[in-house]
């Protein structure tokens, strides 16, 4: 039974590849933050997912911002988030599984979300749908976890020699896990995941009236060290994520931290 609870999550803030059963159904109640050098930006975004069948996925997820700082650029908090007032329908498809000995697998998943927003600007710019992509591959054991991935993200404004539009997002991530021996026994005992995650973005220029803004787009990399538990039908996963590596276009203002506390239920 904990590894039919345990699909469908993994890490935090890296991609990673378990889905949800077929029929299963999971709700996240995931409250997320980033603390910037101007101002910060706190959000829940609840999420519930279900699995169609066992190569199925679909989750909607629903933004509740709390106090967000004018002019914070579209990112993702999470990976199957965005952490921007869009509600977002994903679908997740496992497309490859190949079982190595018990409790072993080696396999890979492909998402792909549609976004609406429901503000009408974004960091000064008129918001528009948005689709985005990402495709992961690991290793999974009952005690060992390693995942690899990218994401692609655009929004989908109208073109033109006077258009704006917000810049593309690519984002790759690789992921680190490890459950301790004491946390391997059957359930009603509690399950804890230790994650080291590592996180990078690139960022293409916003374009304002045609021109590209000086002030926008950039590359940066974050490292997370973050936690999954597990007890029966709950869970809780969070953490902070800290950049040790920027290279941002003009003046923009440093982002300190990012951190995200979800609590999930399987039922």
């Known amino acids: 039974m ?34 910037t050098a101007t101002g910060d930006m706190v959000m829940l975004r609840p ?12 989750s909607g997820s629903f933004p509740i911002p709390l106090y967000r700082r004018e002019g914070l650029r ?9 952490a921007t007032p869009d509600v977002e329908l994903t679908v997740s498809w496992p497309f490859h599984r190949q079982g190595l000995a018990v409790g072993t697998r080696f396999e890979s998943t492909a998402y792909v979300s549609v976004g609406y927003p429901t503000e009408r600007a974004i960091a000064g710019l008129p918001t528009a749908p948005g689709i985005t992509a990402a495709a992961v591959t ?3 054991s009952r005690s060992m976890y390693l995942w690899g991935g990218g994401l692609y993200r655009r929004y989908l404004s109208p073109a033109g020699p006077t258009a704006d539009q917000l810049g593309d997002l690519v984002m790759y991530s690789l992921v ?34 045609g021109a590209t803004r000086p002030n926008a787009g950039g590359h940066r990399i974050f490292i997370a060290p973050t936690l999954l538990g597990l007890y029966g039908a709950w869970g809780i996963a969070g953490g902070p994520a800290f950049p040790v590596y920027h290279n941002l276009n003009g003046t923009q203002p440093a ?6 506390v979800n609590l999930i239920l399987w039922f």
């Open 176 to 209: 680190l896990g490890y459950r301790p021996s004491f946390f391997r026994e059957e359930v009603p005992k509690p399950d804890w995941r230790i994650f080291v995650e590592a996180v990078g973005e690139w960022s293409a220029p916003d374009v304002l009236n």
């Open 255 to 260: 982002e300190t931290a990012r951190w995200v």
């Open 47 to 58: 999420m519930v997912s279900y699995g169609v069948t066992e190569d199925l996925q679909i």
């Open 74 to 82: 579209p990112t993702r908090a999470m990976t199957r988030m965005p």
């Open 2 to 35: 904990p590894s039919l609870r345990a699909q469908g999550h993994g890490p935090v803030f890296g991609l990673s590849t378990p889905t949800l059963g077929g029929g299963g159904w999971s709700v996240d109640l995931p409250m997320m933050g980033r603390v």
């Open 138 to 140: 690991g290793y999974a």
